[in-house]
């Protein structure tokens, strides 16, 4: 549906590809577009002509986003230009820098389109409210000066319409909730309360429902929709009396607790909600089950500014969803300290993938009845400049969460495709010696990774019936359809598929019987358990038994025991990999294996 104001936006992406979608839709809703692909001609462009609205991608060569938004705030022609962010960037403290800077939103990359549209939509009503606003007063002075017998009616009509106006201002067309501005200035004025009532406390909770996206993405943005007006008025049901519950945006909800004595009453308020929201609720057709996980803040003397209320109870709440979800976390200084610590990983991860710093490390998989090698697993390794060999449980997580987890895959895998065509061609590895590469779930969302692992394969020469691709249950399950497309191209190519952590994931067996998956690697945690007399070797039976019945393999990951070798050799396992074997090592350690063999 076209937009009615015919608004000027004004897009500042040097993405190509960002622009063209971005200025190709907003077009078709009826806005008027204009678009650049750097900082300086952004504020050159916007001080000609003004824009209604700018979106402004943060990370850009030359001036950045912030920088550019800054210019534009401290230029009174452009100052009221309402800027919103476009980043993939999505910690806590970028968004805190945006709003610092001036920013009046942040919308967080890949894009959702309904997402775009109405922070538009709410922006430019917001704007258009303020204008009102301005005019209405310009012309009520204007009245009073050629006026006295109607005064006090119209000074009433216009007060009237002025707080209509402003309601809307404030309040979130969806929910009705009152919306980010409406919080941020309640915050500000009790903040103000603090520093002149001693022993005055107020407690801040950040809700963010899990698994909200799986909801909007599997069945549609209507229910979705609908599930958070639900959740609003489920909430606001079981407020007590002097708190406010407000929508933040998207799926994150806040609640203020005025005047509280200690943070027991806020731990309540989470476990009460917790409580309340372990019932469904029924959308239409469907039956839908929806928790939040929440971080708490208490107010004190050293919060000078209401955003750094926000970024610590948003900085807890990802500690909630680290725990598991579905559970409440109080903010405490050492969450800030790891928070910035992640943020400079981050940055440091994104600087090591330019210069290289990330390679494999190939771990030896070995046929346990000729304790011979038959293949490597590439794993990853980050060798930073000032910290050394950086563990991946510390990086990886990092890497998903901001996506540069894809770049990192690709990177391993062309590296370690590359290796064993070199030791291929240089003698060193019969033809039947394969290497497996981990792939994220990140990649079984676009037909994409096909092209990419082409291209790969074709660079290097490394045949496909060479190349075998670890994914865990998890991944196939996200989108199983199109994950199930994607693996039927993989094996077209004779690309071998392991499933990876078999038996941590889903419960369901199904998909075995439905993808061409073609050996099942078990979870070492089974493999630790095992104990010396063969006990707990019931699940290890019978997942062997389960891929020898589906035509399939099986390999036991974890083996540091000669007598978990033993167990699982009498078990029938056929291929394992662990620490009796080899660590994961360098390339040329890697060879020194192929020439000396194996223990075990």
Known sequence: MASEQKADILIVDDTPNNLRFLSTTLTEYGYKIRSVTDGSMALTVAQAALPDLILLDIKMPGLDGYEVCQRLKANEKTREIPVIFLSALDEVLDKVKAFTVGGVDYITKPFQLEEVLARIENHLSLQAAREEIRQLNSELEE????RTAQLEQEIL??????????????????????????????????????????????????????????VNDSLGHI?????????????????????????????????????????????????????????????????????????????????????????????????????????????????????????QLETDLRRGLERDELIPYYQPIVSLRANQIVGFEALVRWNHPQQGLVPPGKFIPIAEETGSIVPIDLCVLRQACHQLRHWQDNGAVDRYVTISVNLSAKHFTS????????????????SGRSLKLEITESNIMVNAEFASQIIEQLKSREIELIVDDFGTGY????????????????????????????????????????????????????????????????????????????????AKEARKLLATGVRG
């Open 447 to 462: 037909l994409k990774l096909l092209q990419q692992i082409d291209k790969i394969l074709q660079s290097t020469g490394l």
């Open 507 to 586: 419960s369901s067996l199904s998909y075995l019987h439905r993808l061409p998956i073609d050996t099942l690697k078990i979870d070492r945690s089974f493999v630790s358990r095992m104990g010396k007399n063969g006990e707990n070797t019931e699940i290890l039976r019978t997942i062997i038994s389960l891929a020898r019945n589906l035509g399939m393999n099986a390999i036991a990951e974890g083996i540091e025991t000669q007598e978990q070798l033993e167990q699982l050799k009498s078990l029938g396992c056929e291929f394992g990999q662990g620490f009796l074997f080899s660590r994961p090592v360098e």
């Open 223 to 343: 229910v979705g929709d609908r599930l958070l007006i639900s959740l609003a008025r489920r909430l606001e049901s079981r407020l007590r009396p002097g708190s406010t519950i407000a929508r933040l945006g998207g799926d994150e909800f806040s609640i203020l607790l005025e005047d509280i004595k200690s943070v027991n009453e806020a731990t309540q308020v989470a476990e009460n909600i917790h409580r309340e929201l372990t019932s469904p609720f029924q959308l239409s057709e469907y039956e839908v089950f929806s928790n939040v996980s929440i971080g708490i803040v208490v107010s004190d003397d050293n919060y000078e500014q209401p955003e750094h209320l926000l970024r610590d109870a948003d900085a807890a709440m990802y500690q909630a969803k680290a725990k598991g979800k579905s559970c409440y976390q109080v903010f405490d200084l050492a969450m800030y300290d790891r928070a910035v610590d992640s943020l």
């Open 143 to 146: 009245r009073v000066r050629q």
């Open 157 to 214: 009509e216009r007060q009237q319409a002025q707080e209509e106006l402003l309601y809307v201002a404030l309040h979130d067309v969806l929910t009705g909730l009152p919306n980010r501005t409406w919080f941020m200035e309640r915050l500000e004025q009790l903040l103000k309360q603090v520093k002149k009532k001693p022993g005055f406390k107020f407690a801040v909770l950040f809700l963010d429902c899990d698994r909200f996206r799986a």
